[in-house]
């Protein structure tokens, strides 16, 4: 394949020098996705400073250079598939920048050296201070910065962004932010748009944006969304609007206390709504303290079974055949409590579950086990051999439980091959679902239909087809044919504002449509 040629090319290399990369074995990373088919491009752009982000989107502007905007690469909805742009990626802009206590002290990262330095030098300065209190701090960092990263400097403070979620080593905080990206800790702290106290960046028009500001997190309303990425707020600005008007550069991040203590537990429980009334009595027995609640399927944890092979172990004392299973994390900031007596007492007097059905285990043993379900279902694709469906829907909590009973029966209805993985943050009402064919039959004889199915029964129960892993360019035409006309009009107005000549992520949204008069 010839490489493009782009309009801007020259200014961009004017801009960048050696970081405008087109050798072919340095571009090739950025053209294969998490899922999805292979894109392809001519260039990686890899801007190092915020001043060159904003020269960059100016040059393709006037000279008409659209681009596809590379994060982690840990999407799933193809926004990060070029086809033939070149791609933006702000991975060189991946400094911490400042921290801030509550009462207004601050401190300035060195602008060299490595991670570890910079964590140092921040434990150097609050140890001098007298290891003052944390409540209320902040952290400013660059928008390429992995999660991961980010904890590692604030954790000897004893501090933490609680975004948790399988590709944190590598997920960046900007995209993150700019999605509003829902870990499986998300019932407690929210997403991570809520766990931002401010972002700054450009416009698609290469005009300065921000500060763009997200409410902070509290427990919503039942009969409303807690997350639903299918819906942009206008009033967030950068964030939770995935890349569509512009792009963070650098954020403000809320900080919290990393507990003192953590319990979790391993429940079995006979459907959805069931799992819906567990959730409810943990709120009111633990209110803010639910730090997780998580859903299994059966099916899913048998393939965790089947990839963990002999090291795997159910944390009950007798055998427990159950149709779903609810992960229950709760969180204590008193090393005094006896939170795993709170915890027994929870599930065996509020619930009256026999010691057998209670899941008592070591943490890391759960978390384990939540975490490998993506691998394993991965394993169990390769293995049929007939492709997957994936799919990330929500809806509001109080029909949650109906919701997925009803998918369930729908989908076993429609295509009884086919095996269904079910699993996902209950606490706020998301599910994933993966549905595996076969190499007799392959999931792709049946796709449309099933994601018509899908989506039908997802909308039919006021859910999103799309909680919190974003549009892209994968479910375009959805969005557009299932988005109401007036919401619709809202996006394209916000687009000619921010990004009038489509430069970023083209056909996100179905942009390359959307916008045509």
Request: overall charge negative; charged content about 20%; aromatic content about 8%.
């Amino acid at each position: 394949m010839s490489l493009p040629i782009y309009p801007a090319a020259s200014r961009l290399q004017q801009i960048l020098g050696d970081r405008y990369v087109v050798e072919p074995s340095r571009v090739e990373r950025y053209e294969l996705l998490e899922r999805g088919p292979r894109g392809h491009t001519g260039a990686v752009l890899l801007p190092r400073s915020e001043a060159e982000v904003g020269e960059i989107l100016r040059a393709c502007n006037e000279l008409g250079t659209p681009l596809v905007i590379s994060g982690g690469r840990t999407g799933l909805v193809e926004a990060q598939r070029p086809l033939g742009e070149p791609v933006l990626s702000l991975e060189k802009l991946n400094r911490p920048l400042g921290f801030a206590l509550g009462d207004g002290a601050e401190f300035e990262f060195p602008g060299t050296g490595s991670l570890d330095e910079a964590r140092d030098a921040l434990l150097a300065w609050w140890s001098g201070l007298g290891e003052p209190a944390t409540a209320g701090a902040t952290i400013t960092v660059q928008a390429g910065l992995a999660v991961d990263a980010l904890n590692d400097l604030l954790r000897p403070l004893r501090l933490m962004f609680p975004m948790e979620m399988g590709s944190s080593s590598s997920a960046s905080v900007g995209a993150c932010a700019a999605n509003a990206s829902a870990g499986s800790n998300a019932v407690c702290y929210g997403t991570s748009a809520h766990m931002t106290d401010t972002a700054w960046g450009f416009w698609g028009n290469g005009e300065p944006a921000g500060p763009c500001r997200a409410a902070p997190w509290s427990t919503p309303d039942p009969q409303r969304f807690a997350i639903n990425s299918a819906h942009i707020e206008p009033s967030w600005g950068l964030l939770g609007s995935q890349g569509a008007f512009g792009l963070i550069t650098h954020l403000r991040l809320r900080t919290y206390p990393i507990p003192l203590q953590r319990e979790a537990a391993l429940i079995p429980v006979a459907d959805m709504v069931g799992s819906m009334k567990v959730l409810a009595a943990a709120r009111e027995r633990f209110g803010t303290d639910v730090e997780e609640f998580e859903f299994i399927s059966k099916s899913a944890m048998a393939l965790v079974r089947e990839l963990q092979g002999e090291a795997f172990r159910l944390p009950f004392s007798g055998s427990v055949d159950s149709p779903l299973f609810l992960l229950l994390q709760i969180k204590s900031s008193d090393a005094e409590a006896d939170l795993a007596g709170a915890l027994y007492e929870f599930l065996a007097g509020d619930l009256a579950l026999p010691d057998e059905h209670i899941g008592y285990a070591p943490l890391p043993a759960l978390k384990k086990i939540r975490h490998s379900i993506t691998e394993a279902s991965n394993a169990r694709m390769r293995a049929l051999g007939g492709g997957r469906l994936s799919f990330d829907t929500a809806t509001p909590l109080a029909g949650f439980g109906q919701y997925l009973d009803a998918m369930r029966a729908e989908l076993a209805a429609a295509a009884p091959d086919a095996e269904l993985v079910a699993f996902g943050h209950a606490g706020v009402g998301g599910a994933h679902l993966h549905v595996l064919g076969t190499a007799a039959r392959p999931i792709s004889a049946v796709g449309k239909q099933l994601t018509e199915l899908v989506f039908d029964v997802t909308i039919a129960h006021q859910g999103s087809f799309s909680a919190e892993h974003g549009i892209g360019s994968k479910w375009a035409d959805d969005y557009l044919l299932r988005t109401p006309p007036q919401e619709l009009a809202a996006v394209r107005a916000l687009k000619q504002q921010y990004d009038p000549n489509n430069i970023l992520n083209p056909r996100s949204f179905g942009f390359d449509r959307l916008l045509k008069p």
